[in-house]
């Protein structure tokens, strides 16, 4: 391949997130793994990934409406920033 000029494809890195310390206070699991609701609007779930793309990762955070099954808010940004997921919960209220 070297002699024909020919590399092979290169895959991006995957984006560093970064993972809280052990020792450190974590957020209650209010919902304790019990994914169902009795009617719309009563539960709301939130999720995060990253997309790669041309021009680099894209984070995306979704919020879902447990009952319906239906995605009620998402956000998107080109950093991992904090209230990601809570910004794309404020969109589903």
């Not at 450190?24 to 990253?50: C, F, G, K, M």
């Amino acid at each position: 391949m070297r002699q024909a000029g020919l590399r092979g494809a290169f895959r991006a890195k995957s984006p560093h997130t970064p993972r809280p310390d052990p020792g450190t206070n974590r957020t209650a699991d209010l919902v304790e793994w019990q994914y169902s609701a009795t009617s719309p609007n009563h539960l709301r779930v939130a999720d995060i990934s990253h997309i790669r793309t041309f021009s680099g990762w894209v984070y995306v955070a979704f919020a879902i409406d447990v009952f319906s099954r239906m995605v009620v808010g998402w956000q998107v940004s080109t950093s991992l920033y904090t209230d990601l997921a809570l910004d794309a919960l404020e969109v589903a209220i």
